[in-house]
């Protein structure tokens, strides 16, 4: 929004723009909420050139997307996004929601992960449930990969 002062000087009409005015472009901040909600709307992109049904979930719970095939839930995703090129760490609490949701229902839980520039990761939270504290996620099999492999099956 562009605000413009009208004043009046000499008898003259003139328009001069305030000091401060605020363009609408300058205001948009990337938050991590933006950062995560992209990256999930790309990975569901992903799953959809496989030919899955990717639909994400709004609001926080166990898992971020849910995959289906044929109306059967194949996955449930917790996707997990950061600007660093290192590493994610994924509290064992959240494997385990993840796991226990992904079993409720009769799908397999994942774990996507992305770094900066970097392409979709995939983790199997299953193997993480047997390792203390923290799972570290780094590198791995490419989401690609993964689905390629899997839609031969």
């Known amino acids: 929004m562009t605000f413009f002062v009208i004043t009046f000087s000499t008898g003259m009409d003139s328009i001069k723009p305030p000091k401060y005015f605020k363009l609408p472009y300058l205001n948009y901040v ?31 719970s166990p898992y971020d ?14 996707a997990k996004k950061t600007s660093q090129k290192k590493c994610i760490y994924v509290s064992k609490s959240d494997i385990e929601k993840i796991v226990r949701e992904a079993d409720a229902v009769g799908a397999e839980p994942l774990i996507i992960y992305g ?26 099999l490419k989401l690609k990969d993964f689905l390629e492999s899997f839609v031969k099956l």
């Open 65 to 78: 997307i849910s995959v289906m095939k044929d109306g059967r839930v194949l996955f449930l995703v917790d």
């Open 115 to 140: 770094f900066r520039y970097s392409p979709v990761f995939v983790s199997f939270p299953r193997e993480f449930l047997k390792t203390e504290g923290s799972a570290k996620l780094e590198g791995g």
């Open 30 to 60: 990337m938050t991590n909420y933006k950062k995560g909600r992209r990256f999930e709307y790309r990975v569901c992109e992903v799953f959809r050139e496989y030919g899955f049904e990717a639909v994400r979930k709004a609001g926080s």
